[in-house]
């Protein structure tokens, strides 16, 4: 089963993302795994942090679940790359295990379903050797209801350009994104119609979520940073390690 709401996003996302500081977010990581690890990036996408890792040195494999999203990883990470399409917030297990398991860039947010977390987290543990490590963002409440929350966002980016509504519902603890992409192609600019929807998660529920799987937290910090997470942190960064 694929993820729908990529399939359109894919053939611009690496220009929608061109201002993560993906090489910061390496360094992050790279600090908190051993040089010859192993990694599977989960919610892989184009595959951006996949493909720095490998130029770094580390042996990468990749997992999503949209089609359109991994073929795009396909086509620029080294030939042979481990690649498969999978459903994270549905049960199933990982082929292999791994030294390392990374979910970057707010992929976390995207399990809303109720059951959708305890997938993933399950996920993990197979994907995981004890010993190893689980890194991971999650945008916080502060970022889903007062930065994305209730507002509009534009721009024009010359080979598309976008407009996104957002609303913001704090009991079901979720935001939905309204995306209206155009695409230029064949002299005309095609619309597409997206909606995407995150959910904000709690500490004590990534921790119930965590220890349940058999992780404990090694630190949670601001955005692949040194500092604390505080009242203003809009994305948090998590390391747990496998028992
Ligand atoms: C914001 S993108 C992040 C992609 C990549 N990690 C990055 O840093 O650019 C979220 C990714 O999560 C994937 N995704 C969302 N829900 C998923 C699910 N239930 N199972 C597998 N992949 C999922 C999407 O297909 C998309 O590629």
């Known amino acids: 089963m694929t993820v729908p709401e990529y399939e359109e996003l894919a053939e611009v996302y690496d220009r929608w993302t061109a201002s993560n500081d ?6 992050y990581i790279q600090r908190r795994i051993p040089p010859s690890a192993q990694v599977l990036d989960a ?26 999203m991994l073929g795009r990883a396909a086509s620029s990470l080294e030939p042979g790359t481990l690649l498969w399409q ?8 990982p ?14 947010n995207y399990f809303v ?43 024009d980016l010359g080979q598309f350009a976008y407009v996104w509504r957002n609303r913001y519902d704090p009991d079901q603890r979720r935001v939905q994104f309204l995306i209206s992409l155009f695409i230029e192609g064949d002299g005309a600019y095609h619309r597409h ?42 994305r948090e960064t998590w390391v747990l390690t496998r028992r």
């Open 95 to 108: 082929p292999t295990t791994f030294d390392a398991l990374i979910c970057c860039f707010d992929s976390v």
């Open 22 to 27: 993906y090489e910061s977010w390496c360094d």
């Open 193 to 234: 119609e997206i909606h995407h929807v995150q959910r904000w998660f709690p500490h004590d529920t990534l921790l119930s979520a965590a220890a349940a799987h058999g992780f404990d937290l090694v630190e949670v910090c601001d955005d692949y940073s040194d500092r604390p997470v505080g009242i203003g942190t809009l």
């Open 86 to 93: 999978q459903d994270l917030s549905r049960p199933g297990a």
């Open 113 to 155: 379903a109720d059951d959708g977390l305890d997938a993933l987290f399950s996920f993990a543990a197979g994907a995981v050797r004890p010993g190893g490590r689980f890194l991971f963002d999650v945008n916080t409440e502060h970022k889903l209801a007062e930065i994305f929350g209730n507002s509009h966002y534009g721009d």
């Open 43 to 68: 919610c892989c996408g184009t595959g951006t942090m996949m493909r720095l890792l490998q130029s770094r040195g580390f042996s990468v494999a990749g997992v999503d679940g949209s089609a359109a």
